[in-house]
């Protein structure tokens, strides 16, 4: 019988099972990679890469964000299955970002594994949410798996962005909305976009990943950050969606100045979207997050109904004795 091992490598997992060497989220020589989405903490070693799995959004971001993939790839579309000798690879809608995946993998002696990278099982505006897929063994994320995290229902979250967007709009002024650049900003630039605010994005990286979601066939319009230094170019009223308020600052000043060395620059107000806003900076943001909240792991680890969970990243360990109290054999993977 083959025994399963599993274990924390770099920015992800490698799991070896008899001939099958898998690494989620990393490269590692002599290891099939499964890359579930681009954001910098789940690609490392990606050079030691031979042969990668991944979406065609997943490959596309990580173009938009400057990493190119030299190695062997295979674009796998989520809800599609490969067959591998010993095994097969099923990707699955991880709601996270775009082409965000988790990888169910099943083997020819049955055993079911299911990876989940980041995921979310709530919809956001531009992203459909998770679903849970019974498996064997399940390695899911952590990020916010302690009790605390709870996050408000995400409609209400929306509407008090939209809110807040319209108030600082009146008194003159221009809200910056701070979000990661690929996921989160465009949620909020689809948001804005569809409350009837024009939307700018305040820099490149949000300009690069948006087009990608566009031609992706997400449906939202917004100004390209370039504008900002061309005052000109822009209506009165705007709404910023910025991964670096400092570079967004940085063109509006140079905006200002660019007819008159004296002219003062508009005033900005800024506000964080993430789930960490609930509890850490709370009155500075909105508790937009990609994420599933503390609640919804517990809800989808029990709907995979797994013999053993392994959980990853930061809350791990505590993520893992919530799961055991309930029932569900879990270690942390550290
Ligand atoms: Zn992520």
Redo the contacts with the bound molecule.
Sequence with gaps: MNSLRIEKHGTGILLRYGNTKLAFDTGATGFLTLL??S?A??IGQLQKASHLVATRGTLDTLEARGKSVSCKSTIIRNGETLGKIGYYITALNAG??LG?SMFRIEFDDGLSVLYT??FNTVDSIVHRRARAIEADVLITEATYGTPQWVFPERRGVHRDIVGKAKEIIESDKIPVFRAYS??KAQEAIALLHHSGITTVSGNKAIDAVSSVYKSHGCDFNFIPSESLSHPKDLPDQIAVVSSSPKHTRAALIRGSKRNDENARPPEMREYNLSGWTLLEYKNRGFPLS??SDFPHLLRFAKAVNPRVVYCFTGNARILARHLDKGGINAVPLE
Excluded: M, Q, T
């Design positions: 579930s989405h954001h903490d789940h996270h970002v965000s990278g980041d690929l996921g990609a994420h």
